[in-house]
């Protein structure tokens, strides 16, 4: 019997400058660079039409490059069709044969390269135990569950051993409950296979519960790429920091005076105790300030900001309570422990100094 091809050693990805236009000028990706290591979960994350899907595909073969280079492992890939790049691609769709079994599915590609009988065999049913779709093997696509035919597409994807796992938001059509059922499959994947994965999602609390780094794109262009830890408490712009986080950052506008002083909109003058560095250099200036709503709280003890406010909504989550507050400042969200207040109840809100994020106002640029 042939024995099946060795596994080689894991190979990274590494896009330098690769940019994506249209006929009509338009710039879908923007000179994006970045460098994903052997082995690791990269996640590409940003609202639609930002570019991420056109990064995967384009790193699949699917689309072509117009600037700029790709590489898998030592190689650049720009001109090899998508079968010569060892990559193997999830569909949000499925994509599945509906006249073929779960079996037939998950071996398409491996007969397809007229592998030997008993090494599809073998493969597929190692897989299917993996997945837990061993009793499912015969039965076709409508008669399993969203999840179950997700489950299968991973399957098929995985029986072709890849250098590189790309997902493209596999996880959309299914509901909140199965969602996060899969992310636990995807991550018991990754670390069973070791392979190199992409994946798009434009869910931010998908990207911070499976990254490991985090690729985050506005208009085509990267934005931030870090761990999901550095892209929460030390984002690079304010559209970072709006995104990452649900509830988003609440951002009111300010201005810091010649002397040092900062003023908010309803808000009585300060000096901010752990203010960072480059703060001075926007004396005089309009910068924003940003605050987590986990950070936002009925006044405690404390240097910090005040600002005075009243309850316009409340959303119960059993464990802790969303609050929408009308401010001078304008509409924040505070996320709390417990009932909370009543709406209509004014409080003296409370943001430490040391929880304040700083924004140029006109670049967005995080204020370090």
């Not at 879908?28 to 990269?42: E, F, M, Q, W, Y």
């Not at 073929?100 to 599915?105: L, Y």
């Not at 071996?107 to 090494?119: D, G, Q, V």
């Not at 951002?251 to 752990?274: C, K, Y």
Request: proline letters at 6%; a neutral charge; one cysteine or more.
């Amino acid at each position: 019997m042939e024995r099946p091809p060795e596994r080689q050693a894991i190979r990274g990805v590494e896009l330098v400058s690769v940019s994506k236009l249209y006929a009509n000028g338009q710039r879908a990706v923007d000179r994006v660079s970045l460098t994903i290591d052997p082995g690791r979960l990269l996640v590409l994350v940003g609202p639609s039409g930002c570019g991420k899907s056109s990064v995967l595909r384009m790193i699949a073969g699917l689309e072509d490059i117009s600037e700029g280079e790709i590489r898998i492992g030592d190689r650049v890939v720009n001109d090899l069709p998508p079968k010569e790049r060892d990559v193997a691609m999830v569909f949000q769709n499925y994509a599945l044969y509906p006249h073929m079994t779960v079996f037939e599915n998950m071996a398409f590609a491996l007969t397809m390269k007229k592998r030997p009988r008993a090494e599809v065999e073998s493969t597929v049913r190692d897989t299917a135990a993996m997945l837990g779709l061993e009793e499912k093997l015969e039965r076709r696509p409508r008669e399993l569950s969203g999840g179950e035919r997700q489950r299968v597409a991973l399957g098929r994807a995985m029986v072709r051993r890849p250098q590189v796992f790309l997902f493209d938001e596999p996880l959309s059509n299914l509901d909140a409950r199965l969602r996060v059922q899969m992310r636990g499959e995807i991550h018991r994947l990754h670390r069973r296979l070791g392979a190199t994965m992409i994946y798009v999602t434009h869910d931010q609390v998908e990207a911070m519960t499976l990254g490991e780094q985090i690729a985050v794109l506005e208009g085509g262009v990267l934005q931030q790429m870090a761990d999901p830890q550095t892209l929460y408490h030390r984002p690079a712009n304010r559209f970072v920091a709006g995104f990452i986080g649900s509830p988003s950052m609440n951002f009111v506008a300010a201005s810091v005076g010649t002397d040092g002083r900062v003023t908010i909109e309803g808000g009585e003058p300060f000096v901010p105790e752990a203010a960072p560095a480059g703060l001075a250099g926007h004396r005089g200036r309009a910068v924003t300030l940003g605050m987590r709503p986990e950070d936002l709280a009925p006044a405690a003890n404390g240097a910090g900001v005040r600002l005075e406010a009243a309850v316009d909504v409340r959303e119960p989550l059993g464990n802790e309570v969303l609050i929408y507050w009308n401010t001078a400042a304008g509409a924040l969200t505070s996320r709390m422990a417990g009932a909370g207040p009543s709406v209509g109840e004014r409080v003296s809100l409370h943001v430490p100094f040391d929880r304040l994020y700083w924004f140029d106002a006109g670049s967005g640029a995080a204020i370090v």
